[in-house]
C-alpha cells in the first residue's frame, strides 16, 4: 500500500514538473526579447558615437529600490543608445506586444522617454551612428514639452505607390502620467488590425491602423481629391450679405457729432478745495547723502497725495464732466440684405486620387534593434524591463513581477509624504488632478485636448486654483459635448446656389463699427490726457 502511494506521488511529482518545464518552454517562446538591466549594459547596448550625442548612461538604481535600471544622467543633453536583437521580430503575424517601463524620477518637464524600434540595418543604419535620421518601424512611449504631452504612437510604413515611408501618428494619444512614480508603458499589435495603449495595464486608447480617423495621415489615403487644376469662376459670388445699394443716408444723420460732450448742468460740490493741488512734496522725505547738486541736478522731494482732498470731493481746478452725446451717431453704414448673385461657398471638384491604394493590413517593416533617442532638460529618467513578446498574457505577468511591486512602494510612500507636508490636502489635489488627466484623455475634446492639459499643468503648480481650474475643464468639455450633440453650424453646398440665412447682419456690422469707433476715440482722449499731464520730476540718479 505504502509502495503504491509512493508510485503515484512520484507520477504527480513528474507531470507536475513536466508541466513547469513546457509552460517555461512555452513563455519562453512567447518573449522575442527582453532586458532587465539587471547587469551593466556594458558591451550589449552600444552608445551613439555621434558627436551631438553627449549625454551620459549609467547604469543605476531605481530611487529607493534595489532594482537597477538604464538612467538618463545629465540635463539638458541629447541621448542615444541601441540593441541589435539576436533575431529580428516580424509583426505581420499574429499579437505582438511592446512594452518596458521608464521613471521621471525629477519629473519631465521638456523632453522625451520613448522607444525606437529600428529596421535592420540593411536599411542604412549603424549602432555607432544611430541617430534621428535612422530607420525605424515604430515610435511609443512618452514625450512631454510645452503644448505637447502625449504617449507616442508613430508608425513608419512604407507607400505601396511612392515607395516613400511615411510617419502616421496615432489621434488622441494618452497623455504622460503627471508624477515621478515608475509606469509601464504596453502597445497591442493584433491580428485584426487593431493597436492598443496601455498605461500601467489600463487601456488608454484603442485604434485601428486602416481607420481614416485614427491616424494621422491615414494609411490608407483618400479614394478622391480636391482638383488642383480647378479655378473658382471670376463671377462666383461668396459674399452672403452686401451693403444695400439703393439705402441713403438720413439727412439727420451727423456723422462728425461727438461721442462726448460738457454736462452744462453739472455744478461744483460744496466743500472743493480750488487752491489745494492734488499731490504735495513728501514732507518725511529727505536728500540722499550721495546727491551731487552738480551731477544730478538739483533735487526735488517726491509727491504724495494731498492728504487734505482725501477729506474734500476734489482738489485744484474743477471742471464740468464730460456726459455721452445723444446726438451721437457716429459714422453710417449702409445696412446689409440679401445677395442676389451669391452662390455660395466655391471649392474644387473632386476627382480620383492617383495615389489611393487598397490595404487589407499594414505593411509592417521587421524590427531588429531597440534604440532610445531622446533629448531632455530632465536627468533621473530611468528606463527598465522592456519586452518583446507575442502574447499579451505574458506581458500582464512581468507588469505583475517586476512594475507592480515598486510601484505599490513608491505610490505608498508618496502618499506618507504628501500627508506629513500637508495634512492631507496635497494628496486630495492629487486625486483630483489624476481624475482631471483622465478627463483630458476623452477622445472628443480632440483639438481641445492641448489647451486642457496646458491648463491642468498650470495648475498643478498653483494650487490654489484647483477650484477653478476644475470648473474650467468641467465648461471645456460640457461645451465640446453639447456641440457634438447639436452639432455646428452647417456649410453651405459647393457649386450650388444656396438661399443664405437672413438675419440682421446689418444692425449688427453697425453697432460693432460704432463701439469700435468709440473705443477708438477713448483711446486717443487718454493719449492727449497723458500728453498733457506734466513730467514726473527725478527724485534719484539713475544709477
Given at each position: 500500500m505504502e509502495e503504491s502511494k509512493r508510485k503515484i506521488c512520484a507520477q504527480y511529482g513528474l507531470l507536475l514538473l513536466a508541466c513547469c518545464f513546457f509552460s517555461q518552454l512555452y513563455a519562453s517562446s512567447d518573449v522575442k526579447f527582453y532586458e532587465s538591466f539587471d547587469e551593466a549594459f556594458d558591451g550589449r547596448w552600444i552608445v551613439s558615437e555621434k558627436e551631438e550625442y553627449s549625454g551620459v548612461w549609467k547604469h543605476a538604481k531605481s530611487e529607493g529600490h534595489d532594482d537597477y535600471g538604464l538612467l538618463v544622467s545629465e540635463k539638458a543633453r541629447k541621448y542615444a543608445i541601441v540593441k541589435e536583437l539576436d533575431n529580428v521580430v516580424d509583426l505581420k503575424d499574429g499579437t505582438v506586444v511592446l512594452q518596458y517601463e521608464v521613471r521621471l524620477q525629477d519629473g519631465l518637464e521638456c523632453g522625451g522617454a520613448y522607444l525606437k524600434y529600428l529596421r535592420p540595418q540593411e536599411a542604412g543604419w549603424t549602432a555607432k551612428g544611430f541617430d534621428n535620421e535612422s530607420p525605424y518601424t515604430i515610435m511609443f512611449g512618452p514625450d512631454k514639452c510645452g503644448a505637447t504631452n502625449k504617449v507616442h504612437f508613430i508608425l513608419k510604413h512604407k507607400n505601396p505607390k511612392s515607395g516613400e515611408y511615411v510617419e502616421h501618428h496615432l489621434k488622441f494619444p494618452p497623455s504622460v502620467p503627471a508624477d515621478k512614480l515608475t509606469h509601464v508603458y504596453t502597445a497591442v499589435l493584433k491580428p485584426d488590425n487593431d493597436v492598443l495603449i496601455l498605461v500601467d495595464g489600463e487601456e488608454k486608447k484603442k485604434a485601428n491602423f486602416l481607420a481614416a480617423d485614427d491616424f494621422e495621415p491615414p494609411l490608407i489615403p483618400a479614394e478622391t481629391i480636391p482638383d488642383p487644376e480647378d479655378k473658382m469662376p471670376e463671377d462666383?459670388?461668396?459674399?452672403?450679405?452686401?451693403?444695400?445699394?439703393?439705402?441713403?443716408?438720413?439727412?439727420?444723420?451727423?456723422?462728425?457729432?461727438p461721442m462726448e460732450i460738457v454736462d452744462e448742468e453739472a455744478e461744483k460740490p460744496d466743500g472743493w478745495l480750488d487752491d489745494e493741488p492734488e499731490e504735495v512734496d513728501d514732507p518725511e522725505a529727505t536728500k540722499p547723502e550721495d546727491w551731487d547738486d552738480e551731477e544730478d541736478g538739483e533735487w526735488e522731494a517726491p509727491k504724495i497725495d494731498n492728504p487734505k482732498c482725501a477729506e474734500a470731493p476734489g482738489c485744484g481746478e474743477w471742471k464740468r464732466p464730460m456726459i455721452r452725446n445723444p446726438a451721437y451717431k457716429?459714422?453710417?453704414?449702409?445696412?446689409?440684405?440679401?445677395?442676389?448673385?451669391?452662390?455660395?461657398?466655391?471649392?474644387?471638384?473632386?476627382i480620383p486620387n492617383p495615389d489611393y491604394f487598397e490595404l487589407v493590413k499594414p505593411n509592417f517593416e521587421p524590427i531588429a534593434a531597440i534604440g532610445i533617442e531622446i533629448w531632455t532638460m530632465q536627468d533621473g529618467i530611468l528606463f527598465d524591463n522592456?519586452?518583446?513578446?507575442?502574447?499579451?498574457?505574458?506581458?500582464?505577468?512581468?507588469?505583475?513581477?517586476?512594475?507592480?511591486?515598486?510601484?505599490?512602494?513608491?505610490?505608498?510612500?508618496?502618499?506618507?509624504?504628501e500627508e506629513a507636508e500637508s495634512g492631507g490636502l496635497k494628496g486630495y489635489q492629487k486625486v483630483v488632478f489624476d481624475l482631471l488627466y483622465k478627463v483630458a484623455d476623452v477622445p472628443f475634446?480632440?483639438?481641445?485636448?492641448?489647451?486642457?492639459?496646458?491648463?491642468?499643468?498650470?495648475?498643478?503648480?498653483?494650487?490654489n486654483i484647483t477650484v477653478g481650474v476644475v470648473v474650467s475643464v468641467i465648461v471645456v468639455v460640457f461645451s465640446v459635448l453639447l456641440k457634438l450633440i447639436f452639432g455646428g453650424k452647417k456649410q453651405q453646398p459647393a457649386r450650388a446656389s444656396a438661399e443664405p440665412e437672413k438675419t440682421d447682419v446689418a444692425e449688427t456690422s453697425t453697432s460693432n463699427s460704432q463701439a469700435a469707433e468709440e473705443k477708438e476715440e477713448q483711446n486717443e482722449d487718454a493719449a492727449a490726457e497723458d500728453a498733457a499731464a506734466a513730467p514726473r520730476r527725478r527724485t534719484r540718479r539713475d544709477n
Open positions: 462666383w459670388d461668396e459674399r452672403a450679405k452686401i451693403p444695400d445699394p439703393d439705402a441713403k443716408k438720413p439727412d439727420d444723420w451727423d456723422e462728425d457729432a457716429g459714422k453710417w453704414h449702409a445696412p446689409l440684405i440679401d445677395n442676389p448673385n451669391y452662390k455660395g461657398i466655391w471649392k474644387p471638384r473632386d522592456i519586452l518583446i513578446a507575442s502574447d499579451e498574457k505574458v506581458a500582464e505577468s512581468y507588469r505583475k513581477t517586476t512594475w507592480k511591486p515598486k510601484f505599490d512602494v513608491e505610490k505608498e510612500k508618496q502618499k506618507a509624504e475634446l480632440g483639438e481641445h485636448k492641448a489647451k486642457v492639459l496646458d491648463l491642468l499643468e498650470k495648475a498643478e503648480k498653483q494650487p
